[in-house]
């Protein structure tokens, strides 16, 4: 191992240095502010938990996620958390299941860990922040949701939002009734997500029998696009389950009321997608920025994930990661972000003369930067600073521009 390789980061593993790392403290401190400001009660879920609690009833994408250590006071498997939502849902159905049934409103920031990228370009130890909201089963809970995710990436100045909608049910209804067994099924669904028509043509005609299940599932690959899609879908959908009616039903009141609420939001369905990890059972959301691919929010509806705990709660919120959304911010408004990082330069006469002290007391308390210059290197030395601290004719203290 040469000097260099000593420190390397592994892939994914990125340390913050200045400014963004303050820029991330920042919106921290603004977001959770913006929560509490809608109801949302901040927790502080562990960083590890044994396996059972951590992976119970989470499906096996987290579990593949997880980091996984032997506790040396218990012998136990522990996993370190890869998603701080199910930690959440435990909290709410057992720790806090002493305070009834109402509806509780929960928020976090917390950094997880994980064996693998979503993508190459995404973190392996993102900054998880997230609302969660337990207890209300109908469609207020995920409007109120959906608002508050679109809040947040209001407040992290991101714009250009495009929200895509799904919803588990349609799928899953739809896979159901095929009556095939679990590998078939994975081999339909990852064609489906990948739209490779071809191969799903080719295992739909192998595996299903049923004609109707055939064409709604070859339908639903092709089901993707703006608004026309929920109409499209309830033509190629006809003679599908009840629930898969509701769920398009569902789909186009939040539609609906996303278009008169955040008319700036471009909307997309995507009827086959099922993208995060499968704890989701029904409504479920992205949020997209053109400067990026991958999703910059994620959320949706989990009614069961609290039934392993013994009190099954409907359930339903959505998390960001808080690196991403500072390294869109820095992408989309450079010189803004620049701006927040300016102060003001001071002479090393400051812990010499009381009177400009006392200036420089005065300016840090309205939260301006103030460097004092110690070894009197200048401003070429200090590139953030765009003022400094000059003496006037009269000896006064005045504050000169760059
Ligand atoms: N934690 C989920 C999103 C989510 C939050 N709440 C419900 N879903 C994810 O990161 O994909």
Same mark, same amino acid.
């Given at each position: 191992?040469?000097?260099?390789?000593?420190?390397?980061?592994?892939?994914?593993?990125?340390?913050?240095?200045?400014?963004?790392?303050?820029?991330?403290?920042?919106?921290?401190?603004?977001?959770?502010?913006?929560?509490?400001?809608?109801?949302?009660?901040?927790?502080?879920?562990?960083?590890?938990?044994?396996?059972?609690?951590?992976?119970?009833?989470?499906?096996?994408?987290?579990?593949?996620?997880?980091?996984?250590?032997?506790?040396?006071?218990?012998?136990?498997?522990?996993?370190?958390?890869?998603?701080?939502?199910?930690?959440?849902?435990?909290?709410?159905?057992?720790?806090?299941?002493?305070?009834?049934?109402?509806?509780?409103?929960?928020?976090?920031?917390?950094?997880?860990?994980?064996?693998?990228?979503?993508?190459?370009?995404?973190?392996?130890?993102?900054? !998880?922040?997230? *609302?969660? $909201?337990?207890?209300? &089963?109908? @469609?207020?809970? /995920?409007?109120?949701? =959906?608002?508050?995710?679109?809040?947040?990436?209001?407040?992290?100045?991101?714009?250009?939002?495009?929200?895509?909608?799904?919803?588990?049910?349609?799928?899953?209804?739809?896979?159901?009734?095929?009556?095939?067994?679990?590998?078939?099924?994975?081999?339909?669904?990852?064609?489906?997500?990948?739209?490779?028509?071809?191969?799903?043509?080719?295992?739909?005609?192998?595996?299903?029998?049923?004609? !109707?299940?055939? *064409?709604? $599932?070859?339908?639903? &690959?092709? @089901?993707?696009? /703006?608004?026309?899609? =929920?109409?499209?879908?309830?033509?190629?959908?006809?003679?599908?389950?009840?629930?898969?009616?509701?769920?398009?039903?569902?789909?186009?009141?939040?539609?609906?009321?996303?278009?008169?609420?955040?008319?700036?939001?471009?909307?997309?369905?995507?009827?086959?997608?099922?993208?995060?990890?499968?704890?989701?059972?029904?409504?479920?959301?992205?949020?997209?920025?053109?400067?990026?691919?991958?999703?910059?929010?994620?959320?949706?509806?989990?009614?069961?994930?609290?039934?392993?705990?013994?009190?099954?709660?409907?359930?339903?919120?959505?998390?960001?990661?808080?690196?991403?959304?500072?390294?869109?911010?820095?992408?989309?408004?450079?010189?803004?972000?620049?701006?927040?990082?300016?102060?003001?330069?001071?002479?090393?006469?400051?812990?010499?003369?009381?009177?400009?002290?006392?200036?420089?007391?005065?300016?840090?308390?309205?939260?301006?930067?103030?460097?004092?210059?110690?070894?009197?290197?200048g401003t070429k030395a200090h590139p953030a600073c765009d003022r400094q601290w000059v003496q006037n004719a009269q000896g006064e203290w005045v504050i000169s521009p760059l």
């Open positions: 191992m040469t000097i260099a390789d000593r420190w390397l980061l592994p892939d994914g593993m990125e340390e913050l240095l200045p400014p963004r790392a303050y820029t991330l403290e920042a919106l921290r401190r603004k977001l959770l502010d913006l929560l509490a400001a809608w109801g949302y009660d901040l927790v502080i879920p562990p960083s590890a938990e044994y396996l059972e609690s951590l992976l119970t009833g989470v499906g096996k994408d987290l579990d593949l996620q997880t980091f996984k250590v032997t506790d040396q006071s218990s012998g136990r498997l522990m996993g370190v958390s890869a998603d701080v939502t199910p930690q959440v849902a435990r909290i709410d159905a057992h720790s806090l299941s002493c305070e009834g049934e109402g509806i509780a409103r929960l928020c976090y920031c917390h950094p997880v860990l994980r064996t693998r990228a979503d993508n190459p370009l995404s973190s392996r130890s993102p900054i !998880q922040l997230g *609302a969660e $909201l337990f207890g209300h &089963a109908g @469609l207020p809970s /995920d409007l109120e949701i =959906l608002s508050l995710m679109l809040a947040t990436l209001e407040a992290a100045e991101l714009d250009q939002i495009h929200l895509d909608l799904g919803h588990v049910n349609i799928y899953r209804t739809l896979i159901n009734q095929a009556q095939i067994d679990e590998q078939e099924a994975e081999a339909i669904f990852a064609a489906l997500q990948d739209k490779r028509f071809a191969d799903l043509d080719t295992l739909l005609q192998a595996y299903v029998e049923c004609a !109707q299940v055939r *064409a709604h $599932l070859t339908a639903l &690959a092709h @089901l993707h696009g /703006d608004m026309r899609v =929920l109409e499209q879908a309830k033509r190629d959908l006809q003679g599908a389950p009840e629930s898969v009616q509701a769920a398009l039903v569902q789909l186009e009141q939040i539609a609906h009321w996303i278009q008169a609420s955040y008319p700036q939001v471009t909307l997309y369905f995507d009827l086959a997608e099922l993208r995060g990890f499968n704890y989701h059972t029904g409504i479920m959301f992205a949020a997209y920025v053109p400067q990026w691919g991958q999703a910059i929010a994620k959320g949706g509806r989990y009614d069961e994930t609290g039934k392993v705990f013994g009190r099954a709660r409907p359930a339903t919120g959505f998390s960001v990661d808080l690196k991403l959304l500072v390294a869109l911010q820095e992408l989309q408004h450079p010189q803004t972000h620049q701006r927040k990082h300016l102060g003001v330069l001071a002479p090393v006469q400051a812990y010499t003369d009381a009177q400009l002290m006392h200036k420089i007391r005065a300016l840090r308390a309205q939260g301006e930067r103030v460097w004092v210059d110690l070894a009197g290197e």
